[in-house]
């Protein structure tokens, strides 16, 4: 109000909030720091007012020191304590890739018990390039922010906004640096992330040779899984398989699983989803889901044209408990305590049980990676742990076109 403000003086446009920057809170202080009380003159509740305001300004604005925590593990390391990544205060100290890259032990051991990802040599032997250990920090940072606005976007879309401090999210939270670290050993991101954006792929094309297709031994292997569209050269939705059985939880039966859902769910299930399923359909559908396919122009192709690439793998027959030990990824009290009363169908130990953590930690990551329009799944991921979660209805299929996401 021009009537309430000293001769001369301007206000900011923007006035503080919890979402205004501290830019703008340090701006309206000089303004009142240049206008002593009586500038106001009869305005006596407004002078009131700004001498309040100003000391709340001058706290606000104050630096906030925490001192740093210690968390030890279940199996005695101790690491810097990891706040829950929404709410992380400014001070706080969040443990980074460059330690990971700079231990050749660590690395050895998940390049022993990680298969056919192919860990650059000089990495493995802990001899990252200052550029590779920049850009282990930059992924490790990308993924805390994007997972930040997972939690806050699409796993509230799909129902499951409640989820969000689950103890699921406390093992990525604590681990996000290791993914980071391990991308840029195993090769999968890009060499230059100074200019990437919000929704921008982080990943690699899907041509470069760091990724293998899932054919042959590896079908039968526990892991996270990409599809991508070749002719787009765009990743286009991860997936997680670990199973206690070769019929349920191995690459080969989520492959298969999921070319029979894009024949018989190319229409949807009736509930409004618009899914993998009726962006890439199967080649097998007849004429008539085909024609309504066709015009509903929801689809972008075909399933049987889409290549299946290893993001993560680990042989079920072999020892990956270096994976689980406490050696390599962070484990706390809360996590492992969670695991081992979970049911989990077909597996009975706490290993397996925390390498299908893994698997679906590494999905998410990849999904984070990926380009965001490109990515055809609206799942949230982690359903075995937070369930699968619902979106409105979106469109009928076999007629009217409401909307797509």
Known sequence: DSGTKPTGEKWPNKYPTASSGRKNLEHIKEVLDRCPDQSFKEHCLVSLVASVYRDRLERKLKPREEPQRNTTDPFGRQHPHVATVTNIPASASLPNADVILNDGEVLGKFDSAIKVLMMKESVRLGNASAEEVERAKQVTTILRQRHAGYKEGKLKEVGLGDKANHAIFKFAEDNFHFGGALLVAYEMVKEELDFVSSGDAVLKAPSDGAFVDITGDILMYWGAYMYADMSLMAWIRSGKACGGTEESGRFKARILAHLKAAKNEALGKGDGKITFYQRYVSKAIDSSTKEHVMQASIARGYHEDLKVKVGFAVDPNSDYSSLCDGSTFIWSRETLEYLSKKDRAGLKTLNEKQC?????????????????????????????????????????????HVCSR
């Open 356 to 400: 299908e953590l893994i698997c679906y930690f590494w999905e998410h990551m990849l999904e984070l990676l990926m380009e965001k329009d490109k990515n055809v799944s609206w799942s949230a991921g982690w359903e075995a742990y937070i369930g699968v979660g619902k979106v409105g209805r979106f469109l009928d299929l076999h007629g009217v």
